[in-house]
């Protein structure tokens, strides 16, 4: 998160919480679901106690932010901005293809930056936070195009 400017989950839960309850209540191959899954601390314990998990979060920038999860940590600014604005532009993440792949920008994430970016420029005053999206807008345009 640090390298692309993005802000994490402000209430992350500490991953030892959801690993007692999983380990209690739940066998490997069990079925985990948090519906309201910020960061997905839940879905990433699930996944490495070799449950399957199904994670529901209302804000698509805290789902979309919560794949750096489970990307290598060795990948490039571009790639993460990459699979971050593809999630937000709606686009499915198939991790596996996303790695073997040439991790070609999609036209649908490109499309979202512009447009967020433009919304952003046309705003007489920024808050803090939009200040701080326009910048990581900034730099993905600067990678994608
Ligand atoms: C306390 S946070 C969860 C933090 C999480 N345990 C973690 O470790 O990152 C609660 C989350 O529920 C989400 N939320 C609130 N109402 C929701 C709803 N109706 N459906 C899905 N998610 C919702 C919020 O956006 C927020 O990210």
């Not at 309201?36 to 804000?59: H, M, Q």
């Not at 046309?122 to 200040?131: M, P, S, V």
Request: glycine share 4%; proline share 4%; charged share 30%.
């Amino acid at each position: 998160m640090q390298k692309t400017g993005l802000k994490g989950h402000p209430a992350r839960f500490p991953a030892k919480l959801p690993e007692f309850f999983i380990k209690y209540l739940t066998d490997k191959g069990d079925l985990v679901v948090d519906i309201f899954s910020g960061s997905n601390t839940t879905g990433y314990v699930a996944e490495s106690l070799k449950r399957k998990w199904i994670s529901i979060e209302l804000d698509p920038y805290y789902a979309a932010i919560s794949s750096f999860r489970f990307l290598p940590n060795n990948l490039s600014e571009k790639d993460l901005l990459n699979a971050y604005f593809s999630i937000l532009a709606g686009k499915e993440l198939k991790i596996m293809d996303f790695l073997m792949n040439t991790r070609e920008v999609p036209r649908e994430a490109k499309d979202f930056v512009l447009s967020e970016k433009l919304a952003l420029d046309n705003r007489d005053k920024l808050k803090k936070a939009e200040k701080s999206k326009l910048q990581v807008l900034e730099k993905a345009a600067s990678f994608f195009f």
